[in-house]
């Protein structure tokens, strides 16, 4: 079992909600997919290939701008773990993405020029390719920055088999922040790198959790980030529990990133016997001194941007996120070991 299992069996349940609740949570819903399909004309049809898309029972959606020199590794990665699609919103890069992914055969590419943060942070673009795309198949929903990773090593179609064999709709997974040893902005990351080549460094303990006021599922909060720039606002840390994989249907929307998502219960992946697994977040690349600038800039990535400008100013001076507690990341076998995924009753 994992800690964070163990944290959701100990936190207790909401007291059952009233029919207005209930009420509010279905027109929440309604109008998060009537707002997404709001923004569908902001897609423009780039390399999309339906047929492709339709033969595929595993499709992996992703928003993001800039990120050619991740893109080799994260895709050879998850088309390993089982993706047979890619379906990607290109959010106005400038550094030759789109020309990659065009030439991708297992990519449908969209380009976005449009203002990320005024649609919900891209989940409004992928909400509308979910809708006309997702349904009945499983949907795996990451960022660029983010490799998923499975107990045991295993795969995404073993893994799906499972959750179907078991009614379930939706797979947890946290994530886990790496980072180098020195200042994040020292060294070189070439196109085509293993990122964890580079951030080979984690924090194995130092989570909380807590049950979330409204959606009822375990909010956890913790890492580095937690521990070097909100010691004295806790509450401000980035949210790290998240359900990238759902068996997608028309009805289903993400509320808040993949943090949250509505109908209630595709947020209750982290009970007690279900499988659980690991986003290794590779947010502090060498580019991270480039990125936070244009961040402070473009101000796109966060509700409040104001509140994160000293977090950017020290990542763009190099702060350095080592400690002597840190782990060094070994596979998967590790974090299972260590508790931050969990094999369930995935046998």
């Known amino acids: 079992m994992s800690i964070f299992s163990e944290m959701d069996a100990a936190s207790p349940r909401l007291a059952p909600r009233s029919p207005v609740y209930a009420y509010r949570m279905r027109w929440k819903r309604r109008r998060l997919l009537l707002r997404s399909l709001r923004r569908r004309r902001d897609l423009h049809r ?7 898309i339709a033969a595929a029972p595993i499709l992996a959606f ?11 590794h994260f895709l050879d990665h998850h088309r390993a773990l089982g993706v047979g699609h890619f379906l990607i919103v290109d959010n106005d890069s400038d550094d030759g993405t789109a020309d990659f992914l ?7 590419l969209w380009r976005a020029a449009d203002s990320y943060k005024r649609a919900r942070f891209g989940v409004d673009w992928l909400t509308c390719l979910q809708l006309r795309f997702g349904n009945g198949k499983w949907c795996l929903t990451l960022d660029a920055d983010e490799l998923l ?3 045991g090593g295993r795969d995404l179609c073993r893994l799906t088999a499972h959750l179907d064999a078991t009614g379930r709709e939706a797979f947890g997974a946290l994530m886990l922040d790496l980072f180098p040893r020195g200042p994040v902005n020292d060294g070189t990351f070439a196109t085509g790198d293993d990122p964890r080549d580079h951030l080979p460094w984690f924090d194995a303990v130092g989570y909380r959790a807590r049950r979330h006021a409204v959606f009822d599922n375990l909010w956890i909060q913790g890492g580095p980030r937690d521990r070097v720039f909100f010691v004295d606002q806790p509450e401000r840390a980035p949210t790290l529990n998240k359900t990238p994989l759902v068996k997608w249907r028309r009805s289903f929307a993400y509320v808040t990133s993949t943090h949250q998502a509505l109908p209630l219960r595709l947020n209750r992946v982290f009970e007690p016997g279900r499988p659980t697994g690991v986003l290794l977040h590779s947010k502090f690349l060498p580019d991270i001194a480039v990125k936070s600038a244009e961040e402070l800039h473009r101000r796109q990535h966060f509700e409040n941007a104001a509140l994160y400008t000293r977090y950017h100013e020290s990542l763009i001076a190099g702060v350095d996120l080592w400690h002597p507690g840190a782990t060094r990341y070994e596979g998967p076998e590790q974090l299972e070991s260590l508790g931050l995924m969990s094999s369930g009753d995935w046998r």
Request: some cysteine.
């Open 46 to 52: 780039l390399d999309v290939d339906p047929a492709r």
């Open 62 to 72: 992703a928003t993001l701008r800039n990120e050619r020199a991740r893109l080799p």
């Open 102 to 108: 065009c030439g991708q055969t297992d990519v449908s």
């Open 149 to 151: 990773i499975l107990p």
